[in-house]
């Protein structure tokens, strides 16, 4: 019962997050530079539609109409948001932003989630073994990987990575998600172009995260292994296994938060790597909105990307009260 | 079924500790904080190690399960359990059977002695199946006797987590653990230290209670010698990572021969007598640097000081049947 | 207190440092202990002085060279030079300022402001408490560097005061929730109870008595701050979206990818690797320098 008024609570905080940044974009793109919505008005104008005409076009793309009162633009602007609208996009040709984005939305989940499950996997691991082994030098030696990788950024990461591989030592494809020669589909040849060309950003994605997640994971183990509890189920004669499991599950508990937290954040945490990698995902879309001046896009992009975060927020602190006893009462 | 605990053997059993040494590798170089200590836990009895804090009696403790958490190190001695073997060298898989199953042992900071993340419940049967238990009805059932005996309503206490039970309960599940596999060795770190008085003298006597019913062994570790001289059979008194005196309990209280020691008595507040009777120990107990010096330990808080006090460690020795003390001054009067 | 500092143990902790000259001789002390620290602090020093003077060193329009475009390295170009025959050393050292510069106002803001909320949300627990770590829990959900690119559509990046400033307004909130929950552990403590039994003010407490626990954090986070702030200044103007105004380190690795193709092309290649190495051997000096800050501001590190 408490969990569910803890979680509606976190509900509705999550709700007026949304719409203060969906505020946030409103007010953004109506602060920009020559005022987008105004300029489209009357560039459509100028193309012979008539003012009705024009309203309507705008309307639809950006979701509100220059010309009235700022508070009745905002409402409306909200109220399409709720719908589920999100605008029509003006580089796309009138496509809505929404279709867009959720074409986009899988290129950028796909690599960074096998991204983030492959560098947690390796680095909750590794962490462990650093933490035990700490005097030794295989326990140095990884905390030294760790050190190093989570130092280097990401797009420098990136840029390595590419390099090494498609032009020094050619084995993998360099940009573009497949091979453009071959039909997409469910087919032998397209799937493992698929593969080959994620490689890289996959790579670029775990090894950027791979060191955070190591250096927290033996942090954590470090701590644990001074509780008292640990020394106590040694004097009480528990099996090693035992003694290992209750180190790991006391050690990855705060590791799960930051995992599902993670999870929000990587809608727009791979723009280097896309960039870099020429992927299709939300991130070169947010770029491509920019530098094309599609400000329905950019906005909706933007908003998705926070929104899955606020979601992923919601989902950890709930994940956190059913994992963690101590937090459930 | 009850079988597997029944077929042990339930005669008391003792320990011998010979010539222990522990040290702690700190920046300032190795500190000795158990330094040749020698006794024979007797069986069947409470001893009471007493000293002050940081005389090296809670590291004495871990040293007796060969469990001495880092940077301490145990370089010299044996343990010998009685039908158990030196916990010292035995081999580990043994020596993880022994903890536990044969030697108890209740932690000073049973406050934290459980995984906060798993039921009271569960954690007995993690050490059941540790042990290799194969009826764990049984030994739910009685964990359940043990936790009711302590006063608790057992159900809710098995189904509970650590953060849900009060400093005393705590401690009196810490009992249960160490009790549950019915060994015949328990050793009692500071039971008492955290909890308030009341659930000080409960813990006390429901310790007193298992000890007569189940013919244990007890060690029980303090730094109060109200509570050791209440309990104890015998008494063992340490002082610098070092054993001054040992004896009966009552020898101990009525002859004490170690400065240390009658200062210790003194302290005692008696609830009858006036506070101001009470005399507590001036100065305080030796640091590293004093460690190391060649002279007595005590010399320098020593009221009964003689001049090759400052040059020359006394013996520790026999000074009558079960009786010893480390004094230049213990063979001289009384 | 004389006693006190005569004995072994004891004098192996130094105070809080009272004056000046003596923290900075306990501070020349720890970074002398072990060689990386000399090197990080090094070359820390390198890259301040190349941001300072490195403008005055070249003329304001960098010669150009139609004759040495993409010129391998040599004693005129020691890294070679880029598409219009410029040195890259040139460039990088021109470009030093702007990064630099803004990477140490963002890591100001973001430490001011994270460190007062912080403090202030922890001391006075309340409402005040409440709403400051609402705006904390949203700053901290709004995906910062989405956020950024999304900005630079309506804010001028071209002064590197104006690009600290967006990066520090974005990226306090962690460091003011880890103040805020230093600070409410210590309020608890002995001695800052003592300060307010004795009626002291609260400026006083908070800044006093509380911050100088906490400094070993914060300056951790101030030099932790400069890198973050690097990379993301580095990376908005790699990806392109803000517009080019300076030299800068991150629009030479945008030409060079983008435009040069570096990553095909052996000749370009030291067009790309200068602001990369710049960028790696200056972030090499701050993690090493950082493990003398640590321990000369943590107290439990200095006991050991």
Not at chain 3, 78 to 91: K, M, R, Y
Not at chain 3, 163 to 172: C, S
Not at chain 3, 195 to 208: D, E, V, Y
Not at chain 3, 236 to 263: E, I, K, T, Y
Request: aromatic share 10%; proline share 5%.
């Amino acid at each position: 019962m408490q969990i569910l008024i803890r979680l509606g609570k976190r509900i509705l905080a999550g709700i007026v997050m949304v719409l203060v940044v969906a505020t946030f974009t409103f007010f953004l793109v109506r602060l920009m530079p020559g005022n987008p919505v105004a300029a489209k008005y009357n560039d459509l104008i100028l193309h012979g539609m008539t003012p009705v005409q024009a309203m309507d076009q705008v309307r639809v793309m950006y979701g509100f109409i220059p010309h009235q009162p700022l508070w009745q633009q905002y409402l409306l602007y909200i109220n399409q948001i709720l719908h589920f609208n999100l605008g029509r996009s003006i580089s796309y040709d009138g496509v809505p932003v929404l279709h867009i984005i959720l074409a986009a939305a899988p290129w950028t989940i796909i690599l960074v989630l096998t991204g983030l499950i492959a560098s947690f996997v390796v680095g909750i691991l590794a962490g462990v073994i650093a933490a035990i082994k700490r005097s030794s030098v295989t326990g140095s030696a990884l905390s030294l990987s760790g050190s190093i990788l989570h130092g280097i950024p990401q797009f420098v990461m990136g840029l390595f990575l590419a390099y090494v591989f498609t032009t020094l030592w050619v084995i993998l494809p360099f940009g573009a998600p497949y091979n453009a020669s071959l039909t997409p589909g469910f087919n032998w040849p397209f799937l493992s172009s698929l593969a080959r060309h994620a490689i890289l950003p996959v790579a670029t994605y775990a090894l950027s995260s791979y060191g955070g997640w190591m250096l927290t994971m033996k942090s954590s183990v470090i701590t644990v292994l001074g509780d008292d509890f640990i020394l106590a189920s040694e004097v009480r004669g528990l099996k090693t296994w035992t003694q290992v499991k209750y180190i790991a599950h006391n050690a990855i508990l705060p590791l799960f938060t930051v995992l599902a937290l993670s999870i929000g954040f990587m809608f727009g945490g791979s723009l280097f790597i896309e960039d870099i990698f020429d992927y299709p995902g939300l991130g070169n879309l947010l770029l491509h909105a920019i530098s094309s001046r599609d400000y329905p896009l950019m906005s909706g992009a933007f908003l998705l990307i926070t929104v899955a975060v606020i979601i992923s927020n919601i989902f950890a602190d709930f994940l956190y009260s059913v994992v963690d006893p101590r937090i459930r009462r | 079924m009850a079988l597997e605990f029944e077929a042990r053997d339930f005669h008391p059993r003792g320990m011998q500790i010979r010539d222990l040494h522990v040290i702690y590798q700190t920046n300032q170089g190795e500190i000795p904080a158990v330094n040749g200590v020698s006794m024979a836990i007797a069986p069947g009895k409470i001893t009471g190690i007493i000293g002050e804090s940081g005389s090296g009696k809670s590291t004495l403790a871990m040293a007796l399960m060969n469990a001495v958490p880092k940077p301490g190190r145990i370089v010299k001695g044996s343990v010998v359990v009685d039908g158990a073997g030196d916990m010292l060298t035995i081999d580990k898989k043994i020596r993880q059977k022994v903890r536990g199953r044969d030697i108890g042992f209740v932690f000073q900071a049973s406050q934290n002695s459980l995984n906060p993340l798993i039921r009271v419940g569960k954690q007995v049967l993690d050490l059941g199946r540790s042990h290799n238990i194969k009826d764990l009805r049984a030994l739910l059932r009685r964990a359940k006797e043990l936790l009711e005996r302590m006063g608790m309503d057992a159900e809710r206490i098995l189904l509970s987590y650590q953060h849900e039970l009060s400093g005393g309960m705590r401690q009196r599940v810490g009992i249960m653990l160490a009790l549950v596999l019915e060994a015949q060795v328990v050793i009692l770190d500071e039971p008492t230290t955290a909890l308030d008085m009341i659930s000080q003298a409960s813990v006390l006597e429901i310790v007193r209670q298992i000890h007569q019913e189940r013919h244990l062994t007890t060690i029980l570790i303090s730094h109060d010698m109200g509570v050791v001289a209440d309990l104890a059979d015998n008494v063992v008194v340490m002082y610098g990572g070092e054993l001054a005196e040992a004896g009966s309990t009552e020898e101990i209280l009525a002859h004490p021969l170690h400065p240390y020691t009658q200062g210790l008595i003194r302290a005692i507040p008696r609830i009858s007598g006036p506070l101001d009777q009470a005399i507590a120990l001036s100065g305080s107990p030796p640091d590293v640097a004093a460690l190391k010096v060649p002279g007595c330990l005590f010399a320098s808080r020593c009221p009964k000081r003689l001049p090759k006090c400052e040059n020359s460690r006394p013996i520790y020795e026999a000074i009558g049947s079960d009786r010893y003390v480390a004094c230049f001054r213990g063979t001289e009067h009384d | 207190m004389s006693v006190a500092e005569s004995t072994p143990v004891s004098s192996k902790i130094p105070h809080v440092p009272k004056n000046r000259a003596t923290f900075l001789h306990t501070a020349w002390r720890v970074i002398a202990k072990k060689p990386g620290r000399m090197v990080g602090l090094v070359i820390i020093l390198f890259f301040t002085l190349m941001a300072i003077a490195g403008p005055y060193l070249y003329p304001r329009n960098l010669p150009i060279n139609p004759n040495a475009i993409y010129a391998p390295i040599s004693w005129k170009y020691p890294l070679g030079t880029d598409f219009e025959g410029t040195s890259n050393l040139a460039l990088i050292v021109t470009g030093a300022r702007y990064v630099l510069f803004a990477a140490f106002m963002a890591a100001l803001f973001t430490v001011v402001i994270g460190t007062v909320l912080g403090l202030v949300s922890g001391y006075y627990v309340g409402w005040s408490d409440s709403v400051i770590m609402r705006i904390t829990d949203f700053i901290l959900t709004i995906p910062g560097f989405p956020l950024l690119v999304v900005l630079s559509t309506v804010w001028n990046f071209g002064q590197p005061v104006a690009m600290g400033f967006v990066l520090g307004i974005t990226g306090w909130g962690g460091l003011a929730r880890a103040v805020r929950s230093q600070t409410l552990s210590l309020r608890e403590r002995g001695f800052i109870e003592a300060a307010r039994t004795l009626g002291l003010s609260p400026f006083h407490i908070l800044f006093k008595e509380i911050l100088p626990n906490i400094a070993s954090y914060i300056a951790m986070n101030l030099l932790l701050a400069i890198t973050g702030s690097i990379y993301a200044e580095v990376g908005l103007f790699f990806l392109g979206v803000v517009p080019f105004q300076a030299n800068n380190w991150g629009v030479m690795l945008n030409l060079a990818v983008f435009s040069a193709g570096a990553m095909s092309s052996v000749q370009a290649l030291p067009y790309l690797l200068s602001p990369l190495i710049a960028l790696l051997v200056l972030t090499l000096g701050v993690v090493l320098f950082l493990d003398a800050v640590d321990e000369l501001f943590n107290p439990r590190l200095k006991e050991a």
